[in-house]
């Protein structure tokens, strides 16, 4: 039956057919292949993954170096199921010396953290997913 | 010269659209890495796709974006560039950010802060230009209060003048007097005006400039007291004050006029100790009478005629001079080429659906857009640049308006149509070339009201 199969479906492919069937008393065989339409116009340069849901994330307000905790030896400021509510800070932002507490904005809880302690995040970043 | 970059920069592009995705081409041809900046409205365009990195720095708004300065700098401290190109228009000319680039070590390509400052204050412009032996529009030697001083003022710069109140605005305060027999009347009625209105009777003159036209020198300077100038530009052609067609060189000053003007802007220049690209812009009423406007401390829109006609790439040579380079070489004689530029701008906002861009010998196109791009209506309507060289004026307008005509945008308006007119008018394509900066408008104004 596989040598069967992979004969049909080459036949399908030399040919450029869309679907073969082939009937032999009750067993019949079908392939088919899925049409691909032609690329009319070049793909756009940027193509920016889009994530499903941005709905419920916090993003970055600003860019800059971003910091999980009020300063090296403390205890970051939000982690996975934490509470938060619009005015709770979730992080710092820090650019050429300065720092910039990140706001939630946003209630809920921390379902999961983007970001490491230290990366670099620009505007718009997403940080937090909050559930 | 292959040691002189010895350091391989990396450039950071604080502008967008045509002039950012023309400053990466010019670093990435002299191997240098480039980081984009945009905004939330810019996702999509050319310069985030052609430049290494990215960073995104704000909101669609200007203010919250391009003109975002801790914004831009952070972007700069998180990829490590070594220089910012402040392209032209947003922060270009704005001193405050040039002094905190170089505070923060980084290169600003362009002149000093101080130079920003100096240039961006028209009245200290005027000065400094005077005591560097240029030409300034002739004007009252102060304010004044009274008829007497004001007509003697006005036999002294010569009529027709324009009679302004300092504290006016919107041509409160403001009349053209023609001849000393008018001064007396005119400048009671102009002084109680602006008194009424604001309290304040101080009064000055500028000479009036008749039809003049607006021809501007492109100079190159080392930041060190040397510079060079690569011939000048006509601009007259413009729409409410913003220029529809340039040319280079001007067909209409003596080869005298060009010689002074040239000498004069280098002179300045030098005196200055002026760095980087800069443009000296005059107004030209006839042989040996041009007069200082102002200098724009940048590159420009229409630099790409001069670099056509010379041969000379000038962003490149920004970027070579920022790494530590000279001055480039500029050939004496042009050999008469001719190189004309069209603006191509927006007059909606909307998705491109179909492009065709031409081309052909003597053809370049600068531009940002591509099929299925969608034209944000955040920022400036300028959509694409054509600029067409020749051998001659003749030669360089039919490739002009041939590179026009092929020239299709669907999706949006443009001004395409407004172009081919201005490229057919006797006015403007005879060796007469009977324009001045007014004539545009005097031209489209008439058609309004039909």
Known sequence: MDDELSKIINLLIDNQLTSISVKHGNDEIRVSKTAQPAALIPASPVQKADSADTTNTIKAPGVGTFYTSPNPEAEPFVTVGDLVTPETTVGIVEAMKMMTEIKAGLSGTIQEVFVANGDNIEYGQKLFRIG | MADLMKKKLKILIANRGEIAVRIIRAAKILGMQTVAVYSEADKNSLHVAMADEAVEIGAASAGDSYLNIRAILAAAEISHADAIHPGYGFLSENAHFARLVEEV?????????????????????RQLMASAGVPIVPGSADFFESAEIGLREAERIGYPVMLKSVAGGGGKGMRLVSQAADFQQLFELAQSEIKNAVGDGRMYLEKLIIHPRHIEVQVLGDGQGKAIALGERDCTIQRHHQKVIEEAPSTKIDPETRQEMLTVAVHAAEQQQYRSAGTYEFLYQG????????????????????????????????????????????????????????????????????????????IRVETAIYPGYVVPPNYDAMILKIIATGPNRVTALQRLREAIGETVITGLKTNLDLLIQILNHPDFTTNENATDIDWLDSILDAEEEK
């Open chain 2, 105 to 125: 070590g980084l290169i600003f390509i362009g002149p000093t802060s101080q130079t920003i400052e100096e240039m961006g204050d028209k009245e200290q412009a």
């Open chain 2, 287 to 362: 042989p040996g009478q041009f007069y200082f406007m102002e200098m724009n401390t940048r590159i420009q829109v229409e630099h790409a005629i001069s670099e056509e006609i010379t041969g000379v790439d000038l962003v490149g040579a920004q970027l070579t001079q920022a790494a530590g380079g000279g001055l480039p070489e500029v050939a004496r004689d042009n050999q008469g080429r001719v190189a004309i530029e069209a603006r191509v701008v927006a007059q909606t906002a909307g998705k491109i659906n179909f492009l065709h861009l031409p081309g052909g010998l003597g």
